[in-house]
């Protein structure tokens, strides 16, 4: 059990969450991620992705957004209370030095993306980040970002914070330079929706440069054995879980992928609806408590 340090509420719907593991917090690597299950007994279990560790206190954090009914579970749960935590999982991202490299982060994607960032740069690449969200709020790790990259660009839907873009727009002028002193990504890591991931894999599949994308799929057991999270790649099955998280996004079955995630979204439409009562319940009765 792994006990929780601290909440905070980012946007509307993204909490940060401060998490007891020394054990993860020693081994993680970028790219790798945890299973969390809010009750001990029974619950549904969930991938959620390490958005930094602190292995001198023994400390996760994780980020996540309110969806399905664990999730708001997971927001409510009080600081000193215990969930369970099972990680590192998944395959570490691989790192070296590319030269130049692109991260395209959407929306909750931003948190995934960071410690991915962070090695790249400490790697010796020149670190371009491309920040996107349908609105201002909904931008995250922005200081983190912007601490880090060599070039960082914002981008909103509505013009809210950096200009009014999708983060394919940049994603391909940085692609297209040409000229004197023009340098063209060596790779390209997208992290976000799914439908985001896909654009940025074909707005860069026509330069020839790798684009690694990091999927999120429904999972399990995190060990490959429920097969909850396959998903076809370049004509083969494979198991995010333990393939992955990361795939050449050239190769991912999109269309695929995305009619998976869909199957249970009217049961997650229906959990969100009664979970924001909850919400909204248990926001009340702290006021009250803290006016007593």
């Not at 029974?42 to 991938?47: K, S």
């Not at 309110?66 to 749960?77: D, E, I, P, R, S």
């Not at 070296?96 to 410690?115: D, K």
């Not at 991915?116 to 920040?131: D, F, R």
């Amino acid at each position: 059990m792994s006990k929780i340090l601290g909440v905070r509420r980012l946007s509307g719907e993204v909490y940060r969450m401060e998490v007891e593991a020394p054990l993860v917090a020693q081994e993680r690597r970028a790219g790798q991620f945890v299973i969390v299950q809010v009750d001990s007994d029974f619950g549904e279990r969930i991938p959620l992705t390490i958005a930094d560790a602190d292995p001198v206190r023994g400390t996760v954090s994780l980020i996540f957004q309110t969806v399905g009914a664990t999730t708001h579970k997971l927001a409510l749960k009080p600081v000193g209370s215990e969930i369970v935590l099972l990680g590192p999982l998944g395959n570490p991202t691989h790192i070296e030095n590319f030269g130049r490299a692109v991260c395209v982060g959407g929306g909750i994607g931003l948190a995934p993306l960071h410690p991915i960032v962070k090695a790249l740069k400490a790697a010796g690449n020149h670190v371009t980040v491309i920040s996107g969200a349908r609105t201002a709020e909904l931008l995250i790790m922005q200081e983190e970002m912007q601490a880090l990259a060599d070039e960082h660009i914002v981008v909103t839907d509505d013009g809210s914070a950096g200009r009014k873009a999708l983060v394919t727009e940049p994603l391909k002028a940085l692609c297209a330079a040409e000229g004197p002193g023009a340098i063209k990504p060596d790779i390209v890591v997208a992290i976000g929706p799914p439908i985001m991931m896909k654009f940025c894999a074909e707005t860069t599949r026509p330069f020839g440069v790798n684009t690694l994308v990091s999927l999120n799929t429904i999972m399990i057991d995190g060990t490959g054995m429920c097969g909850g999270c396959r998903v076809a790649v370049g004509g083969q099955t494979k198991f995010v879980c333990v393939d992955g998280p990361e795939f050449d996004g050239h190769l991912v079955d999109w269309e695929g992928m995305m009619g998976r995630l869909r199957s249970y979204k009217g049961l997650e439409d229906e959990a969100h609806h009664k979970c924001h009562i909850d919400i909204a319940a248990a926001e009340l009765a702290a006021q009250a408590g803290g006016k007593a």
